[in-house]
């Protein structure tokens, strides 16, 4: 069951990079945010929309004023986003209420815990309302009555078959943009993404994605490779600070086999090319014991007191560690050719120039292969 889920999040992560790849995020000047719009004409669960936001570097999109309320609504003012059950059900935003919160409308939060002070509820709501089996209307979408409109609705989130049909995506910094390295300029003419998750990310999270869009984890053989790769990511956005003690930067695709003699046994690319070149950070890698009872056998940029391109051993989800608030907040992915939306298109695994039910039945295969793999801390 719990594959079947997972299997289902990445395909609407899948869906979702298609979606960034024709419909650029939109900058909203105001707050120098980005937002995209994401149709789901299947309907989607506000959970999965949250997760589906979290894995692509953004959140769900949270509401301050009545600007930015017009704003958004704009972005989805199209049937596409859309459904009708006796009202107008539009697409998620970033509101939710607590569990055991007073109802109908005691202790509602954004997703990124910012004052939760303007709302725009709907006449009569937010209401808590009960129908069958769906219960708990604990999480926030637009509504309107007969036509669409920019007001605000409590949903459930364990009804799929009356869940809404969007959701909308909110980036501090404009997205992520691939980066081809130029065969002219000494590179191999792979194309690298780096992708910011602020809320954190595991090394296994991070590999999934890249997976299943086409590319991998990068791995890095060269100085040259390092330098290119470092430069995508040097930028905040793709670091977590401990002030005084490190900086963490990115996962790549190196990890460390099961039972190898630690702390620098075994390690490989997951490309399967010859781990040579390494660029450890001083006294790594070193498997520290960080109260988790896990060994620290994937890697990831940085262990510095700043931004540095040389790399750290780490627990495949970091997030584990008792110690320091320990998290990897980004991943980069490379691609074996140039990335292209209208050529080269992202989830066509088959490689006919469409995204079907053949690519996601490749998929499938490709997850269910993965789960009968001998399983690493990170593989």
């Known amino acids: 069951m719990k594959a079947k889920s997972e299997l289902r999040l990445m395909m609407i992560v899948v869906a979702s990079l298609l979606y960034v790849c024709e419909a650029a995020p939109v900058e909203w000047s105001e707050n120098g945010h980005f937002y995209l719009a994401v149709p789901a004409p299947d309907g989607i669960t506000w959970t999965d929309a949250n997760q589906a936001a979290n894995l692509l570097g953004g959140h769900l999109a949270t509401i301050q004023d009545a600007n930015e309320n017009d704003f958004v609504f704009n972005l989805v003012d199209d049937e596409v986003f859309w459904f009708d059950w006796g009202s107008l059900q539009g697409p998620w935003l970033g509101g939710y209420q607590p569990e055991g919160s007073p109802e109908p409308d005691g202790a509602w939060r954004w997703v990124t815990e910012e004052p939760f002070e303007y709302t725009n509820w709907f006449e009569g709501l937010p209401d808590n309302f009960s129908w069958n089996d769906c219960t708990e209307q604990d999480h926030l979408h637009f509504l309107g009555r007969f036509s669409r409109q920019r007001t605000w609705n409590d949903n459930w989130d364990n009804c799929p078959t009356k869940s809404p049909h969007g959701y909308i995506i909110e980036f501090s910094a404009p997205g992520p943009l691939p980066a081809e390295w130029p065969v002219a300029d000494g590179g191999n003419g792979h194309t690298y993404l780096p992708v910011a998750v602020p809320q954190g990310i595991t090394w296994f999270e991070a590999y999934e994605t890249a997976s299943l869009v086409g590319g991998h984890l990068v791995t890095i053989t060269s100085p040259e490779e390092n330098n290119f790769v470092f430069n995508l990511i040097d930028d905040d956005i793709y670091w977590h600070y401990y002030p005084g003690l490190w900086a963490g930067g990115p996962w790549i695709g190196g990890f460390q086999l099961p039972g190898a003699p630690e702390p620098d046994g075994g390690w490989r690319w997951i490309s399967d090319e ?40 780490a627990m495949e989800d970091p997030a584990a560690s008792v110690s320091q608030g320990y998290r990897v907040q980004g991943y980069v992915i490379e691609f074996s050719g140039p990335y292209n939306c209208t050529e080269e298109i992202i989830g066509d695994l088959n490689n006919d120039c469409k995204v079907d039910l053949k690519d996601l039945a490749i998929m499938a295969s490709r997850w269910l292969e993965c789960s009968r793999l001998p399983k690493s801390d990170c593989w």
């Open 274 to 313: 010859a781990f040579i070149y390494v660029n450890w950070d001083q006294g790594q890698p070193n498997n520290v014991d960080r109260g988790a009872g896990e060994n620290e056998n994937c890697i990831h940029f940085g262990y510095a007191q700043a931004r540095v391109p040389t790399w750290n051993d």
